[in-house]
Nanobody, 124 residues
Framework: VQLQASGGGSVQAGGSLTLSCVAS????????IGWFRQAPGKEREFVAA???????RYAESVKGRFTISRDNAENTVYLQMNSLKPEDTAVYSC???????????????????WGQGTKVTVSS
């Protein structure tokens, strides 16, 4: 499966962006998709994930501001980001869990397929 993340850009604090993760090569309706981010000089960190049954999980830092969703007909997972803060600045990447019908997973080691990232810059 190939994943392509898009939708990044530059916004001011308080603004919104919607990231898309489009899968190709395989239907991903039975698989979990996670979003991770990496800021300059920092480790990659978990942002949000959604499994095959639309159960979701969020990092504490984004709860209440970000919403993950999936459109199986479009083979796409979205990350709606509202009330953006400068500390949300990072490269955001999506990844696919290789196990079908799994629980929601928040660790990068659980994901085998990674797409290229999309850069999000939030200015104050």
């Amino acid at each position: 499966v190939q994943l392509q993340a898009s939708g990044g850009g530059s916004v001011q604090a308080g603004g919104s962006l919607t990231l898309s993760c489009v899968a190709s090569g395989q239907t991903v309706s039975a698989y979990g998709i996670g979003w991770f981010r990496q800021a300059p000089g920092k480790e990659r960190e978990f942002v949000a994930a959604i499994n095959w049954s639309a159960d979701s999980r969020y990092a504490e830092s984004v709860k209440g501001r970000f919403t993950i969703s999936r459109d199986n007909a479009e083979n796409t997972v979205y990350l709606q980001m509202n009330s953006l803060k400068p500390e949300d600045t990072a490269v955001y990447s999506c990844a696919a869990d290789p196990d079908r019908y799994s629980i929601v997973r928040a660790f990068a080691v659980n994901y085998d397929y990674w797409g290229q990232g999309t850069k999000v810059t939030v200015s104050s």
